[in-house]
């Protein structure tokens, strides 16, 4: 149980595109879903914390105007990366929270940006 | 705030070799300690977890202790395999509380 599914897993797209990458709990409502940013052989950095419902609250640093995320029902948030150029191209990780569950978060697989 | 340090990879081994990887945190309180996995090209998974003092978490053939007084989580297994090349993650989080705090991520590629 508590299967989190992201999507795309890769993306390839010019620079100056919009990009939306979705999270879907599969199997459990979440009502606390997590983007994070990874970089090459680098650990996760959180980027924001969303709600359902409501404005997610966006770690420092991170551009919400950037990165807008939206999760609109408790089984779907969305991060949609604006105006991507090449300096956005990284690894993105999604997780949710699950009630009754024995771990704090459940992670997506991941997808993997490339801006040209 | 809460941290955690992690030794630094890359680790390789021969395969059925002793594996082991240091976590110390710092944390305020008693928080729960986490060992995650990342295989390549995939998000995380939880490995194994403990939550008080004391507590051995265990795996897949690997295990993580507790300890309070050295404020430690080494992970560790008495003999990997090939399938065990990925990058684990130490992580913490404060009781009733979701978010994780990560270590920096150790890689560790087991040879035949």
């Known amino acids: 149980g508590a299967v989190v599914s992201q999507h795309p897993s890769w993306v390839i797209c010019k620079s100056g595109t919009s990009v939306k990458i979705e999270c879907r709990s599969l199997?459990?409502?979440?009502?606390?879903m997590f983007w994070y940013r990874q970089f090459p052989k680098q650990s996760l950095m959180l980027m924001a914390t969303?709600?359902?419902?409501?404005?997610?609250?966006?770690e420092q640093g991170v551009e919400k105007d950037k990165f807008l995320i939206n999760h609109a029902s408790l089984t779907l948030s969305t991060l949609t990366v604006t105006s991507a150029h090449p300096e956005d191209s990284s690894f993105y990780i999604c997780s949710a929270r699950a009630k009754l569950s024995n771990q704090p978060q459940h992670f997506g697989d991941g997808t993997r940006l490339s801006i040209l | 705030g809460d941290s955690v340090t992690q030794m630094e990879g890359p680790v390789t081994l021969s395969e059925e070799a002793f594996l082991t990887i240091n976590c110390t945190y710092t944390a305020t309180g008693y928080p729960s300690l986490f060992w995650y996995v990342q295989y390549p090209g995939e998000g995380l998974q939880l490995l194994l977890k403990a939550t008080k003092a004391d507590d051995k978490g265990s795996n897949k053939g690997f295990e993580a202790t507790y300890r309070k007084e050295t404020t430690s989580f080494h992970l560790e297994k008495g003999s990997v395999q090939v399938s065990d090349s990925a990058v684990y993650f130490c992580?913490?989080?404060?009781?009733?509380?979701?978010?994780?705090?990560f270590g920096a991520g150790t890689t560790v590629t087991v040879r035949a």
């Open positions: 969303s709600n359902e419902g409501s404005k997610a609250t966006y």
């Open positions: 199997d459990f409502q979440a009502t606390t």
């Open positions: 992580a913490l989080s404060d009781p009733g509380d979701y978010k994780l705090s």
